[in-house]
């Protein structure tokens, strides 16, 4: 059906449009959040759990640290990150941002909700999300995650 369909190069005006609401959102919370990168991680956790409670893996069941990288790159292409990840799935290259104009005007909020996703998901499938780390537009055409949870050596 055409509704599901666009010609190659031509964007998707739906996809246009939630960018264009995920700039405006993340301007306003820059303006009116005493603390705009911690108010972005904190939305990003909760829907990264949501979204990894909703998703097609098995939230539930528990696994190793391993597992819970390799599920959190699998939802990352999910969402059209486009994740190139190590063979343990330790470090990351996100060479697509489904955000990408929103987050170069405000990487601060962007960025941070996007860290929260991974560490939200990370929650719900068993793995450490704290020493996860997002470093936005670290090398040409890619931002570089992190994923060493403190079980990173159990593969």
């Not at 909760?46 to 939802?75: F, I, K, Y």
């Not at 939200?120 to 537009?137: I, K, M």
Request: hydrophobic share 40%; charged share 25%; proline share 8%.
């Amino acid at each position: 059906p055409a509704w599901r369909y666009a010609t190659a190069g031509e964007p998707d005006p739906r996809v246009r449009d939630y960018a264009g609401l995920a700039t405006a959102l993340a301007g306003h919370l820059e303006r009116v959040s005493p603390d705009p990168a911690a108010d972005g991680l904190e939305v990003g956790r909760e829907w990264g759990r949501e979204l990894a409670t909703g998703s097609s893996a098995d939230s539930a069941a528990a696994g190793s640290a391993g597992r819970a990288r390799h599920r959190v790159v699998g939802l990352l292409r999910e969402l059209g990150f486009d994740p190139q990840a190590d063979a343990r799935a330790t470090t990351v290259a996100l060479s697509r941002c489904p955000l990408l104009d929103a987050a170069r005007r405000h990487p601060q909020v962007v960025c941070q909700v996007h860290l929260g996703i991974v560490r939200g998901a990370l929650e719900v499938y068993r793995g450490d999300p704290e020493p996860t780390a997002l470093l936005p537009f670290a090398e040409p055409g890619a931002c570089r995650l992190h994923l060493r949870t403190a079980a990173a050596t159990d593969g």
